[in-house]
Every structure is written in structure tokens, then in C-alpha cells.
């Protein structure tokens, strides 16, 4: 069965510091993995994903993601964070042959606080 | 660019009533999605459709029906509604993968679902 895991439910961060968010997946067969931000009372905002090739992965608004395949890990990370930044950030996998319409698998997130 | 669209965005209910909520995936968009989020969980997945027919079904009550349109839109019906239904409910479109995408979801801002 397909899981992910959060370890975190709070990352506290000082502005223009580096940030990470820790994540770890388990999945049969290779992983569709990707990161989500949810800000207060919003839908999730799609901001990566990995699906095969380089392990690190950028995306929108600064953020990057490395895919650590020995440590099944995917954490987010951003080299200067913004108060801006403060929302819920939740990591998702889906199974690369588990059908191609299968739903995606959440973590149950982690708040992130960037303080000035 | 489109977005889904949901409504309604906020709907107050009587126990024991019913509720319909409307989604709007993306064009071209062939998979849609319904998730529950209750307050401060992750999304909980709870039925999805491929070109109309169910594909995957999750944790959603018998309480509850879903069903896709001929033009794509889908509707989440809800009867006998209890205060645990209470939540926003997101409703989520992609295409299917092996078709240049990697499924990743597109989430609208969901619809607040209150039971009173």
C-alpha cells in the first residue's frame, strides 16, 4: 500500500534562513511523489513533483525537492524563506503503475512558520 | 488559465438534510477527484471518475453518492447529513497518467460544508 509520512507537524524558520520539510514515501515500483501549499482556507496549490530523473527537483515559488530514493525521502527545501512562505505544505504519492487514474496519497501535513 | 471551479464555496446545512456540491474540472482534463478535509486533517480521499465512470473509491460514506456528466462536471450528493460532515470538501481534476502528465491533481478552493 502506498503511504507517506510527515514527521513534522511544525517547522518553525527565521526569515531569509534555509527551510526544509521532511517527507518519506513507501510505494511499490517507482514513485510519482509531489509537493502541495495550502494557505488558510484555500485549495492545495500544486508546487513540484518528481516522476524520474534528476533527484532535484525545482519548482514554483523558490521551492526544490530531493528525491533520495536509498532513504525514500522527498524533502522540500528553499534556500531563504519568506514570511510569505507560512502555510500548510503537504507531500502526496502516487504509485508509477498503479493505474492511470489512481488517486494521490497525502501526508498529513506540515505547518510551516517563517518568523521575521 | 482555467482553473476547477467549485461551488458552492460555503453552504450551511440542518442535520439530516441534503446537500449537492458542484465541480468544474479543467478543460481537457479527463480524471476528477472529491476529498474531505476536516479541520486541521489532511485530505481524505473519497471517490474519483475517469471519462465518466468511477475509478477508485475511497472513505466516502454510503450517505453519499457522486457522479460525472457527460460534459465533465461532477456533483457530490450528500443526504441525511450529520455534523461530522461538516468539513471543505475539494474537488480535484488531472489527466491520467501516460498521457504527458504525471496525474498530478489541480485542486479548486473547495466548498465549506457547515452542519448545524
Known amino acids: 500500500a502506498q503511504s507517506v509520512a510527515q514527521p513534522e507537524d511544525q517547522v518553525n524558520v527565521a526569515e531569509g534562513n534555509p527551510l526544509t520539510v521532511k517527507c518519506t514515501y513507501s510505494v511499490s515500483g517507482n514513485p510519482y511523489l509531489f509537493w502541495y501549499v495550502q494557505y488558510p482556507n484555500r485549495g492545495l496549490q500544486f508546487l513540484l513533483k518528481?516522476?524520474?530523473?534528476?533527484?532535484l527537483v525545482k519548482g514554483s515559488y523558490g521551492f526544490e525537492a530531493e528525491f533520495n530514493k536509498s532513504q525514500t525521502s522527498f524533502h522540500l527545501k528553499k534556500p531563504s524563506a519568506l514570511v510569505s512562505d507560512s502555510a500548510l505544505y503537504f507531500c502526496?504519492?502516487?504509485?508509477?503503475?498503479?493505474?492511470?487514474?489512481?488517486?494521490?496519497?497525502f501526508g498529513a501535513g506540515t505547518r510551516l512558520a517563517v518568523h521575521p | 488559465a482555467a482553473g476547477v471551479i467549485q461551488s458552492p464555496r460555503h453552504l450551511i446545512k440542518e442535520k439530516r438534510e441534503t446537500a449537492t456540491l458542484k465541480c468544474y474540472p479543467i478543460p481537457r482534463h479527463d480524471t476528477v477527484y472529491w476529498y474531505q478535509q476536516g479541520p486541521g486533517q489532511d485530505p481524505q480521499f473519497l471517490i474519483s471518475f475517469y471519462e465518466k465512470m468511477q475509478s477508485d473509491k475511497g472513505s466516502i460514506p454510503d450517505r453519499f453518492s457522486a457522479q460525472q456528466f457527460s460534459d465533465y462536471h461532477s456533483e457530490l450528493n450528500m443526504s441525511s447529513l450529520e455534523l461530522g460532515d461538516s468539513a471543505l470538501y475539494f474537488c480535484?481534476?488531472?489527466?491520467?497518467?501516460?498521457?504527458?502528465?504525471?496525474?498530478?491533481?489541480?485542486f479548486g478552493e473547495g466548498s465549506r460544508l457547515t452542519v448545524l
Open positions: 480535484a481534476s488531472s489527466l491520467a497518467l501516460g498521457r504527458d502528465s504525471a496525474g498530478e491533481l489541480f
Open positions: 502526496a504519492v502516487r504509485g508509477a503503475f498503479s493505474g492511470g487514474y489512481n488517486k494521490l496519497i
Open positions: 518528481y516522476i524520474t530523473g534528476d533527484n
